[in-house]
């Protein structure tokens, strides 16, 4: 770099001395001149201000979006604008793919449960993904993201707590495998219902009554839930028949299996039905199963053919088996009843048998002192 008047050339950099005319002094004006590599700053009379704030140099990423859309869409707050927009596309892109993929994904996986659960991840990984989208196009760092979870770490573990436990038990449910989306189950407080819906979070169940519950699966997974329609939807009933000691009990037998047989939802025969290692006869079956007080116990057990009508199959064959009754004079039901027998130890007991009201005794049971004529004995 050269400066002054002279004609020779410079080999280092050089200033105008004071006494050239037109010069100024460098003290003056606060000029330093560096070489070629140096930077130059400007100050008045040496007053000491500080350097400009520097100006973010664009990358070229968003010098080729720039060069792309007019001036007017980068005004401020503009990459918020932006953001917003990504998110949106996001949600709508997710439930998009979900439509595409739902298919493939419920043909891939035999159980609805685990389809739906696959589902509703694939919208959460492609919504996730466009949130971390329009974070960078707001202009967050991880540094910023990383901070904010440190601070709030604490309190969204504690609120999250029972959301957390939820999760992790409904896991376990998918992979158990208790019940499935369609299942009839039964709760140990005897609320029974279809299966509507199993999240990984709660588990929605239609009752008979035609209500609606939503059990967190932390809870369901630790109560008795009978399933009535895992595998084999057929189940097994009894009806107890208590006949009189008179009865004939063969006679009893025979009427309580034709009480079921002829009814509809009840399987009439075939081959008997596995449970675990053990096999059972389809046909309905008449047991004598206790000698009562009162009477003989017999127990009738049968199929019915789906578990949907418990109630209404079990007052099928019980009015059956009373229309059969009416015809057979040998087959009594018992009533509860007491004999009372007195022998030579016990005393004896007078008991009349009279038509009418006894005057001597009141509705309570109480006797009543009447006047009579004296006997022999009494006292005057």
Known sequence: MQTGTGTEPASGPQTASASEPGATPASETGTTVGDAGGTATAGAGGSGAGPPTPVPTPTEGEQAVRELLPDFLFFPGANYVAAALVVALGYVLSGYVVRVVGRPIARRFRRQSVAQVMLRLVRLSIFILSL???????????????????????????????????????????????????????????????????????????????????????????RLVTNYSAEDERIRLRIGFLATYESDIPKTRELLERAASDTEMVIEGGPDIRIGSARYPAKPTAYLEEYADSGILVTLRFWAKKPYKLLAVRSRVQTNLYELLDDEPDVEAAYPHTHHVFDDTSGSLRAEVAEGHD?????????????????????N
């Open 359 to 379: 005057a001597a005794w009141t509705d309570a049971g109480s006797r009543v002192e009447m006047d009579r004529p004296p006997r022999d004995g009494d006292e």
């Open 132 to 222: 971390g989208v329009a974070a960078a196009v707001a202009g967050l760092r991880f540094g910023d993201v990383a901070i904010s979870v440190g601070v709030f770490s604490a309190v969204v573990g504690i609120v999250l707590a029972p959301l957390v436990g939820s999760t992790i038990n409904g896991l376990f449910i998918l992979a158990d495998q208790p019940y499935e989306v369609g299942d009839m189950i039964e709760l140990d407080n005897g609320r029974k219902g279809f299966v509507d819906e199993i999240t990984i979070r709660y588990t929605k169940m239609f009752t008979l009554d035609n209500t609606f519950l939503v059990i967190p699966n932390d809870t369901i997974r630790d």
